[in-house]
C-alpha cells in the first residue's frame, strides 16, 4: 500500500497573500491532482499532472498555480488568498489517466483566510 | 454531457437498519462507476467500483451497489448499518481519461 500525505492540515494567511499546499505520494503514481472541496458540495479539479514537470488546468484553476518538479510532489498555490475561497484542498493520485483507475486520497488541507 | 446527481442531501437510519444511498449518472457509453466514503477530517477512500459484468458489485465493510444501464443508477446499499458508518457518501463517474465527476454526497447518520 501507500499514502497520501498533504501538508498543512490547516493553513492560515491573510487576504492577498499568497499560500502554498503540498502533497507527497508514495504510490510511485503518475498521474496526481488537486481538488477543491465545498460544504456541500462535490469536488471540483484544480489542476491535475499525468508526469513530472507536467501541468494541465482544471475546472477551477484561475487564481491557482501548481507544480510537479518531482514524480511523487504536487504542490499548489494560491496566488491571492480571498475569503470566499475558504475550503478544503484534495490531493489525489492515479496510476494513469485510465477510467478503471482508483484515485488515492489525501486526508484534505484546510485553507482559512482571515 | 457526463453528471452524477445524489438526490439526498441526507440520510438518517438506525443502527441495524438497512441503507439505500440512491445515485444517477448521465454518460455517453458505459463508464466506470464508483462510491467513496468521507470520514470527518479524512480524504475519500474507495468502497466499490463497478465497469462491466455483474451488475451487482461487493465492497468493503458489507458494502454492495447495484448497476442499472435502463435507470442510469447506481446506488448503494448495506443490509444492517454501525453507527461507524457515519460519513459522508459520494457517487463518482469517470467516462475517460483525466475526467472525474463527483456528486454532492449525501451525509449519512446512523443513530443509535
Known amino acids: 500500500g501507500g499514502i497520501i500525505t498533504q501538508t498543512p492540515k490547516f493553513l492560515i494567511g491573510q487576504e492577498g497573500q499568497k499560500l502554498t499546499l503540498k502533497c507527497q505520494q508514495n504510490f510511485n503514481h503518475d498521474t496526481m491532482y488537486w481538488y477543491r472541496q465545498d460544504s456541500g458540495k462535490g469536488l471540483r479539479l484544480i489542476y491535475y499532472s499525468i508526469t513530472e514537470n507536467d501541468l494541465q488546468k482544471g475546472d477551477l484553476s484561475e487564481g491557482y498555480d501548481a507544480s510537479r518538479e518531482k514524480k511523487s510532489s504536487f504542490s499548489l498555490t494560491v496566488t491571492s488568498a480571498q475569503k470566499n475561497e475558504m475550503a478544503v484542498f484534495l490531493c489525489?493520485?492515479?496510476?494513469?489517466?485510465?477510467?478503471?483507475?482508483?484515485?488515492?486520497f489525501g486526508e484534505g488541507s484546510r485553507l482559512i483566510v482571515v | 454531457a457526463q453528471s452524477v446527481t445524489q438526490p439526498d442531501a441526507r440520510v438518517t437510519v438506525s443502527e441495524g437498519a438497512s441503507l439505500q444511498l440512491r445515485c444517477k449518472y448521465s454518460?455517453?457509453?458505459?463508464?466506470?462507476l464508483f462510491w467513496y466514503v468521507q470520514y470527518p477530517r479524512q480524504g475519500l477512500q474507495l468502497l466499490l467500483k463497478y465497469y462491466s459484468g455483474d451488475p451487482v458489485v461487493q465492497g468493503v465493510n458489507g458494502f454492495e451497489a447495484e448497476f442499472s444501464k435502463s435507470n442510469s443508477s447506481f446506488h448503494l446499499r448495506k443490509a444492517s448499518v454501525h453507527w461507524s458508518d457515519s460519513a459522508v457518501y459520494f457517487c463518482v463517474l469517470r467516462p475517460g481519461g483525466y475526467k472525474v465527476v463527483f456528486g454532492s454526497g449525501t451525509r449519512l447518520l446512523v443513530s443509535p
Open positions: 489525489a493520485s492515479s496510476r494513469d489517466t485510465l477510467s478503471g483507475n482508483t484515485l488515492y
Open positions: 454518460s455517453s457509453g458505459t463508464p466506470y
